[in-house]
């Protein structure tokens, strides 16, 4: 019988790091680094839906990312309106559904238009769903949460004896999108950066020294067989390769 570790991930999520370096390595503008960046987001959305997998979650911009230099900032940004503007008719014809979670304070109005038309033109898909974590920091996240339970308790909506994780769970920005079995950082950084903080408390890790755009399948397909040879408890005991209850 096989061991409960050799069912792959249905969720994947990566932090898409180290486009900087990648380019630098090359003597060019951090800017060329993150134009292959989506080229390799390109090719793991392929790649993920290809193998079954039901979601992808990528981070693309941090909450702490608007401490770079505004030149970059808003190249970052230019990126996603790229993004949505060449993709969004594959990824809706492909079957995919696009949510961006984060913040919406401090986007500029066409950013903000753009997200909800991605979000609204692809709503009704259902094979696949790619969330990008978009002026994102988890503990705003979680933040915002609280502040939300306080209000209905406030408002008498609820009494705060009922406030329990699946309470937690359902005010925070990726409400409603299972938790990540694998989350993989690109680029050798063994940190978290403000992440997913809640969503990862059982999530399998992977750290790869590859750079986000030098990312292809090979990478994903290393990373989910890694996955598979994982044994996942839960806090519980394994016996013989069978999960206890
Ligand atoms: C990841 O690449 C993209 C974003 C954080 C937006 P970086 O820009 O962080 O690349 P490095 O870490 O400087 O190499
Ligand atoms: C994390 O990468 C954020 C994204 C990949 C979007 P950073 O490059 O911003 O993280 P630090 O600064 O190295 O922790
Ligand atoms: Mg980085």
């Not at 898409?16 to 951090?30: I, S, V």
């Not at 696009?98 to 898909?125: F, W």
């Not at 403000?194 to 090979?218: H, K």
Request: charged share 25%.
């Amino acid at each position: 019988m096989a061991s409960p570790g050799a069912s792959g991930p249905k969720h994947i999520a990566i932090i898409m790091d180290g486009n900087g370096r990648w380019a630098k390595q090359r003597g060019l503008p951090r800017q060329l680094g993150h134009e292959r960046g989506v080229e390799a987001l390109r090719r793991t959305v392929e790649a993920c839906r290809n193998l079954d997998l039901e979601h992808l979650t990528v981070f693309s911009f941090s909450s702490e990312n608007w401490k770079r230099p505004a030149e970059e900032v808003s190249s970052l940004f230019a990126l996603l309106r790229l993004y949505v503007r060449q993709d969004l008719n594959t990824l809706a014809k492909d079957g995919v559904r696009v949510r961006v979670l984060g913040s919406r304070h401090g986007l500029p109005d066409d950013i903000l238009s753009l997200i909800e038309m991605a979000e609204e033109k692809t709503s009704h898909n259902t094979r696949f769903q790619l969330n990008i974590a978009f002026n994102y920091g988890a503990r705003d996240e979680i933040v915002e949460a609280a502040k939300a339970l306080a209000n209905d308790v406030e408002a008498g909506r609820m009494n705060a004896a009922d406030i329990d994780s699946d309470a937690f769970a359902t005010r925070l920005w990726f409400s409603g999108v299972p938790d990540p079995d694998l989350l993989i950082r690109t680029s050798g950084e063994f940190r978290l950066s403000n992440f997913l903080l809640w969503q990862i408390a059982y999530s399998e890790m992977m750290f790869v020294d590859c750079l986000w755009p030098d990312f292809s399948e090979t990478e994903l397909i290393d990373a989910i067989n890694a996955y598979k040879s994982r044994e996942r408890r839960f806090g519980g005991l394994t016996v013989d390769g069978l999960q206890s209850e």
